[in-house]
């Protein structure tokens, strides 16, 4: 009889992960429950869909590679997600991400939107883009990957206080940078 | 309770951050403020703006199916050698075995030699010169510390006396004046005294004790023990040792590192006088830390951007002071044992860190001792703004060579 994983906490999963019968089934499991977090970091921090998919296939490499008998794994999702960001700075730092690689990247992110949908959605990426990496870091795993503040501040190994402030600061910032469009926008709503 | 400005409020409200009371609070101000209230409508646009693009950010397929065939082939194999050299505890004892034999090969080609006399120069310092009675002993001095002292002092190490012969040391002055024998060591820290004598007459120092007999044909060699190296009033001591991490206050940064020998590896250097040292250690061992890294301005962006990166490993420098058990005490110990604690503190690239270890310095050779230490460390770095503290417990064994 086939074994339902999707009952097993993250730390039995990653602990199955070195028995070979059970890898594979654990991998899914762990795949499908982090995956889109994982993916959405790493598109939104490297901007380049081709880096990213690098990022993102290393870092389950990563993963499978790092499971042992002998590791005691306390918080998964902080452990899979420290991978994902060591994986993508190790990226930026070597490739030095181009300004044209990104634009040309978000034009083709967004054919599924909307015109206006596409506009905002370009404009909060170069505005992220702008910002800090520790508070881009933390409203990407925010807005886009859905995380509360504890978990990110777990993930990133600072306090919750520094991740609030970071994020606060973050979204006013991105307000501020963002304030022409917005004006532009009531003109335009108001004809 | 926290006071957050409107906007803040406003953001944490849509994180689902702000606390049930402070929504009254919020929910009261945008009923009246038309600037929050456009303020929230612009907050709620991004939010949903950035929900809607995560909703269609996906991996592919191919990428899914890529990933998930690596996940069905088997663990790689690792070799014995690749085992045995990623094992922490066999690298710490191949280190410090290396380091053992290496100290040992220094020491004795270092060391001070024996030097054991002619025949002819033993008894151009024995017999003939004791042969004028009316010399008396006064005094027993060798170059580093009085025989008499060694005799009381050290019952560690009991020296054998013929037993025709009472102690150098005592002496008598009956009719004569006295004249000065020394005994000189013949080589320093080695077994063999002779007596001599010199020309300057000292005042006895002890008083109504036993006439000594003579000491006319018997060459007096006293087998002097090898002065014990605690003893030492000063020396120094070079230690090199390996460094195993116990616990870490935020375990999920860590991550594997190199294998490399180098690391989590400290070198010490201090010199002691008495009890207490003057220790300065510079350490490469693993302590998980985000470093800053200015970066260029990118995209129009008015000042240089701070970016940081995970930093697994890290150098540090520090100086300190390190306190002994006293000799006396020491001595009571099973084994030849010098348990000490110490207080470091020192610098990083990153930030200021403060060390506190305890330990025991097994004295196996003159010149060679073993370090067992437990070692706690704390460090402080700034993350943007923030002042950010880490602290670590590791466990230390190392080699250190004592001159």
């Known amino acids: ?191 | 309770m926290e006071q957050w400005s409107y906007q803040m409020m406003i953001d944490l409200y849509l994180d689902g951050e702000l606390p049930v009371e402070q929504r009254s609070m919020l929910f009261s101000a945008l009923a009246t403020n038309e600037e929050l209230q456009q303020h929230f409508h612009q907050a709620l646009l991004i939010r949903l703006a950035a929900l809607q693009e995560a909703q269609h950010l996906m991996p592919s397929p191919a990428l899914t199916a890529r990933i998930m065939s690596a996940a069905q082939m088997p663990p790689p194999p690792t070799s014995f050698f690749a085992r045995v050299w990623r094992s922490r505890i066999t690298r710490s004892i191949l280190a410090v075995g290396s380091a053992f034999v290496c100290g040992i090969a220094v020491g004795s080609f270092l060391a001070p030699t024996t030097t054991t006399l002619s025949p002819s120069r033993n008894a151009q310092f024995t017999t003939a010169q004791l042969s004028k009675d009316a010399a008396a002993i006064t005094d027993v001095q060798t170059s580093e510390t009085t025989a008499s002292a060694i005799f009381r002092e050290n019952p560690r190490f009991p020296v054998p006396m013929p037993t025709s012969s009472p102690s150098p040391s005592v002496h008598s002055s009956d009719n004569n004046p006295p004249e000065s024998v020394a005994i000189v060591p013949v080589a320093t820290r080695t077994s063999t005294v002779a007596l001599v004598h010199t020309d300057t007459p000292t005042l006895p120092t002890f008083h109504g004790v036993p006439r000594i007999p003579s000491v006319s044909s018997m060459p007096l060699t006293i087998a002097l023990p090898p002065v014990p190296w605690s003893q030492k009033e000063s020396e120094l001591i070079i230690s090199m040792r390996r460094t195993s991490m116990l616990a870490f206050r935020q375990p999920h940064l860590l991550a594997p590192v190199s294998s490399s020998p180098v690391a989590n590896t400290i070198v010490a250097v201090e010199f002691r006088e008495r009890n207490v040292s003057l220790c300065a250690q510079a350490g490469y061992e693993q302590f998980p830390l985000l470093t800053a890294k200015e970066e260029g301005s990118m995209q129009g962006a008015a000042t240089p951007i701070r970016q940081y990166f995970p930093q697994q490993q890290m150098w540090w420098i520090g100086a300190g002071l390190r306190a002994y058990l006293p000799v006396d005490t020491a001595e009571s110990l099973p084994l030849p044992f010098r348990p000490f604690a110490g207080i470091m503190l020192g610098t990083s690239a990153s930030g200021v860190l403060g060390r506190g270890e305890v330990g025991i310095l097994w004295e196996v050779l003159p010149s060679v001792g073993i370090q067992f230490l437990l070692e706690g460390m704390v460090h402080s770095h700034t993350v943007g703004s923030q002042w950010e503290h880490a602290e670590k417990l590791s466990g230390s064994i190392g080699v250190a060579f004592r001159f």
């Open chain 1, 1 to 191: 009889m086939a074994q339902d994983y999707s009952g097993l906490s993250d730390s039995e999963l990653y602990s199955l992960l070195s028995q070979p019968d059970h890898r594979e089934a654990a991998f899914g499991e762990l795949y499908r429950r982090y995956s889109h977090r994982v993916f959405v970091y790493c598109r939104k921090i490297l901007g380049n869909s081709h880096d990213a998919d690098d990022a993102f296939q290393e870092t389950f490499i990563k993963l499978l590679g790092s499971a042992s008998p002998k590791r005691q794994m306390t918080n998964f999702p902080a452990f899979l997600l420290t991978i994902a960001r060591n994986t993508c700075r190790d990226m930026l730092a070597v490739r030095h991400r181009e300004h044209v690689e990104l634009i040309e990247e978000l034009h083709g992110v967004a054919c599924d939107f909307s015109v206006e949908q596409n506009e905002i959605n370009q404009l909060i990426t170069m505005a992220l883009d702008l910002l800090p990496f520790e508070w881009r870091e933390a409203i990407v795993l925010q807005l886009y990957a859905n995380m509360s503040y504890s978990e990110i501040a777990e993930a990133m190994g600072v306090p919750v206080t520094t991740v609030r402030n970071w994020i606060c600061r973050g979204k006013q910032r991105l307000r501020e940078i963002l304030q022409p469009y917005f004006d532009e926008r009531d003109v335009r709503s108001a004809q």
